[in-house]
């Protein structure tokens, strides 16, 4: 008895298409007293063995993406004009501490509509075992006189992300900066390491950012090394 009820308990837990493995041994079976069911008994372990592979594909075929959004608005000391073009992946080794990039295409040799680059993927992103990847990012807006641009990077098989970013002027010469970021898990993996995108952990980075980008704009040096940079 103890047995059936947990036989049927696991079933019941089981998606239809697992179910099918358990469902063929029920079958053969015909009924928990005859005795064509002891003889079934040795397949059991192979059912649930079948069952639990299915039931990995199924959850595997329905991966749902994680999504995460944030928003920032810094103000910087130097008009849109300035900032603007400081917001280059060639400009951004001049302000940035650790930045690194490899430009891929650009017909200007900086930052315009369609530029393609790469960054190291920081090491703390890596899972143990696994070769650390590249980051790839294509500008997808750019449009200077509205002093707005926009870029897409994806770490392939974890997350891609969509970056916008929109200066506007201030009555004190200063800049409103908006920026806006958007994480989409293309993985389980890449899910997990979303649940790590806090409000908390979004505001450390982007206030190193507006840190790192102040100082340049007041001084005209880079700060000291940092690991952070805004991906």
Not at 39 to 68: D, K, N
Not at 136 to 145: C, R
Request: charge should be neutral.
């Amino acid at each position: 008895m103890a047995f059936s009820v947990w036989f049927c308990v696991a079933r019941a837990l089981l998606p239809a298409k697992s179910r099918l493995y358990l469902n063929s041994v029920w079958v053969r079976s015909k009924a928990w007293g005859n005795k064509s069911f002891f003889a079934t008994l040795p397949t059991f372990p192979r059912a649930f063995e079948l069952a639990g592979r299915c039931l990995l594909e199924e959850i595997m075929t329905a991966f749902t993406s994680y999504r995460v959004t944030h928003e920032f608005i810094q103000t910087n000391p130097a008009t849109p004009e300035k900032v603007f073009f400081l917001l280059c992946p060639v400009r951004e080794s001049d302000w940035l501490p650790g930045w690194q990039c490899d430009l891929i295409y650009s017909d200007s040799g900086i930052a315009e509509l369609g530029c393609v680059f790469t960054t190291p993927n920081p090491p703390s992103s890596v899972a143990h075992g696994e070769a650390a990847s590249e980051i790839t990012w294509i500008v997808t807006d750019y449009d200077p006189a509205a002093f707005r641009i926009a870029f897409v990077w994806i770490n392939p098989g974890h997350i891609i992300t969509e970056l916008r970013i929109q200066l506007a002027a201030t009555e004190q010469k200063q800049t409103r900066t908006h920026i806006r970021y958007r994480y989409t898990g293309l993985s389980l993996q890449g899910n997990l390491e979303l649940e790590g995108y806090t409000q908390k952990w979004f505001e450390a980075k982007i206030q190193n950012w507006e840190t790192t980008i102040n100082s340049f704009l007041r001084t005209g040096r880079k700060m000291s090394a940092s690991s952070d940079h805004p991906s």
